[in-house]
């Protein structure tokens, strides 16, 4: 489905949205609570991935798909490679079977897994036999993906030492790695992470309780972009959030201060207000430890025709499409300049917008997320708008909701 998404009438925006759980802390708990059953689970992410998560944990297909999903292709390759006596074949979208896996099988071998590959080394399709892991030491890089440490994490108090995972050269992403050991102590879960090593200690049971998930500050970040964008005054509600997240993506609150956009933390959400014009000639941030947000800000940017250069961005050549690439080639459509190398983007600052333009959106759910606000500064086209279902099921919903009049094509 093609969309044209148009300017406002009224650019002043007074709304109140809803946002879903967080998809990172709910695919981390439908595997715990697999594992822990004594957990319950309050306001569970609708997003496609957390459905192929649920999916998967479910069912006894030996052929397990999980679309595109990262966390679920990550994360459930540690829980079946645990599962005892059964044979799995984990496989997920084209996408998927081109985003490396080997670091965290060979981790995995490493501690005694038996996992294959059925088509390209390295890559999904994987087949797993599930077995009893009985060492308890193991090393991994951690520059390419904090999911792999994550998807350790998860299963490693279930086995019967615990592990003991040292982090090799630069780490990732850390705030996702941060929150799996959060939740795993919120669960009485013994942890600690010192320097390069991590530590998960051995439990067979705990406490009955729920866990209500926090709404997803990713899914937040188009609204501090709309805000931005929009006129003084303008304000939008987000619920369910608060101060002390799990979530690094909380960042969004201290970043958008460069756009005039402040945030207060109320009694379970969040006001965003533009309070004044963007203050900044230039943004130079370092988003290694919060790389979903980046194609929203550099979208934010050219927007507001300011400059930026946003560095730690390696990983998003392995994420849904190689976002470096993907934000390249849709923003020179719009007349920006701009350069991108492996891991940075550089963007010159500019005041026109080019009209009647489509933006190709990759597969990848942010393509057409963070491309949406730029509705409030000229008429937009997002193709494949429905990728957006990824992390956010009401998303062109949401943005009728605030006033965006958007035309199937
Ligand atoms: O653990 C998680 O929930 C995630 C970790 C990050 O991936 P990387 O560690 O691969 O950067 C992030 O980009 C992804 O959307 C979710
Ligand atoms: C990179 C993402 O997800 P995943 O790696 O879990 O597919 C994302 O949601 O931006």
Same mark, same amino acid.
């Given at each position: 489905?093609?969309?044209?998404?148009?300017?406002?009438?009224? *650019?002043?925006?007074? /709304?109140?949205?809803?946002?879903?759980? %967080?998809?990172?802390? @709910?695919?981390? $708990? #439908? +595997?715990?609570? &697999?594992?822990?059953?004594?957990?319950?689970i309050?306001?569970?992410?609708?997003?496609?991935?957390?459905?192929?998560?649920?999916?998967?944990?479910?069912t006894?297909?030996e052929?397990?798909?999980?679309?595109?999903?990262?966390?679920?292709?990550?994360?459930?390759?540690?829980?079946?490679?645990?599962?005892?006596?059964r044979?799995?074949?984990?496989?997920?979208?084209?996408?998927?079977?081109?985003?490396?896996?080997?670091?965290?099988?060979?981790?995995?071998?490493?501690?005694?897994?038996?996992?294959?590959?059925?088509?390209?080394?390295?890559?999904?399709?994987?087949?797993?036999?599930?077995?009893?892991?009985t *060492?308890?030491?193991? /090393?991994?890089?951690?520059?390419?993906? %904090?999911?792999?440490? @994550?998807?350790? $994490? #998860? +299963?490693?108090? &279930?086995?019967?030492?615990g592990?003991?995972?040292?982090?090799?050269?630069?780490?990732?992403?850390?705030?996702?790695?941060?929150?799996?050991?959060?939740?795993?102590?919120?669960?009485?879960?013994?942890?600690?992470?010192?320097?390069?090593?991590i530590?998960?200690?051995?439990?067979?049971?705990?406490?009955?309780?729920?866990?209500?998930?926090?709404?997803?500050?990713?899914?937040?970040?188009?609204?501090?972009s709309?805000?931005?964008?929009?006129?003084?005054?303008?304000?939008?509600?987000?619920?369910?959030?608060?101060?002390?997240?799990?979530?690094?993506?909380?960042?969004?609150?201290?970043i958008?201060?460069?756009?005039g956009?402040?945030?207060?933390?109320?009694?379970?959400?969040?006001?965003?207000?533009?309070?004044?014009?963007?203050?900044?000639?230039?943004?130079?941030?370092?988003?290694?430890?919060?790389?979903?947000i980046?194609?929203?800000?550099?979208?934010?940017?050219?927007?507001?025709?300011?400059?930026?250069?946003?560095?730690?961005?390696?990983?998003?050549?392995?994420?849904e499409?190689?976002?470096?690439?993907?934000?390249?080639?849709?923003?020179s459509?719009?007349g920006?300049?701009?350069?991108?190398?492996?891991?940075?983007?550089?963007?010159e600052?500019?005041?026109?917008?080019?009209?009647?333009?489509?933006?190709?959106?990759?597969?990848?759910?942010?393509?057409?997320?963070?491309?949406?606000?730029?509705?409030?500064?000229?008429?937009?086209?997002?193709?494949?708008?429905?990728?957006?279902?990824?992390?956010?099921?009401?998303?062109?919903?949401?943005?009728?909701?605030?006033?965006?009049?958007?035309?199937?094509?």
């Amino acid at each position: 489905m093609d969309i044209l998404l148009n300017v406002l009438a009224d *650019k002043k925006i007074h /709304q109140e949205i809803i946002i879903s759980g %967080s998809k990172s802390e @709910s695919n981390r $708990l #439908l +595997i715990l609570q &697999k594992l822990f059953p004594e957990i319950s689970i309050d306001n569970l992410s609708d997003s496609d991935d957390s459905v192929h998560m649920q999916h998967a944990l479910s069912t006894t297909d030996e052929l397990v798909n999980i679309g595109h999903a990262g966390t679920a292709m990550r994360f459930l390759t540690s829980y079946f490679a645990v599962n005892e006596g059964r044979e799995t074949v984990l496989t997920g979208s084209e996408r998927m079977q081109n985003r490396p896996i080997e670091i965290l099988i060979n981790a995995l071998k490493d501690l005694g897994s038996e996992i294959t590959y059925e088509a390209k080394e390295g890559y999904p399709p994987i087949r797993i036999q599930g077995t009893k892991l009985t *060492k308890d030491k193991v /090393q991994i890089n951690g520059n390419v993906s %904090s999911q792999y440490i @994550s998807s350790l $994490l #998860l +299963i490693a108090s &279930k086995l019967e030492n615990g592990l003991e995972i040292e982090l090799v050269g630069k780490i990732t992403s850390i705030p996702y790695i941060k929150m799996t050991l959060s939740l795993l102590t919120q669960l009485g879960i013994e942890n600690k992470f010192e320097g390069n090593i991590i530590k998960v200690y051995s439990k067979k049971e705990i406490q009955k309780q729920t866990i209500v998930v926090e709404s997803d500050w990713s899914s937040a970040s188009y609204f501090y972009s709309i805000v931005a964008l929009s006129e003084i005054g303008s304000e939008i509600q987000l619920s369910a959030y608060k101060k002390e997240s799990l979530q690094g993506d909380s960042c969004l609150a201290e970043i958008y201060q460069h756009f005039g956009v402040t945030t207060t933390f109320g009694d379970n959400f969040i006001t965003l207000k533009k309070v004044s014009k963007t203050n900044k000639a230039i943004l130079e941030i370092n988003l290694k430890n919060a790389p979903d947000i980046a194609q929203t800000i550099a979208v934010t940017s050219f927007a507001e025709g300011i400059a930026c250069n946003l560095s730690g961005l390696h990983t998003l050549k392995i994420k849904e499409t190689d976002r470096l690439v993907a934000l390249h080639d849709e923003l020179s459509k719009l007349g920006a300049t701009i350069l991108v190398t492996d891991e940075s983007l550089h963007l010159e600052k500019s005041s026109v917008i080019n009209k009647n333009i489509s933006i190709k959106t990759y597969n990848d759910h942010r393509m057409a997320m963070a491309f949406a606000p730029l509705s409030l500064k000229v008429p937009i086209r997002i193709n494949n708008a429905e990728v957006v279902t990824k992390s956010y099921q009401k998303f062109w919903d949401d943005m009728q909701q605030i006033g965006i009049k958007i035309d199937e094509l």
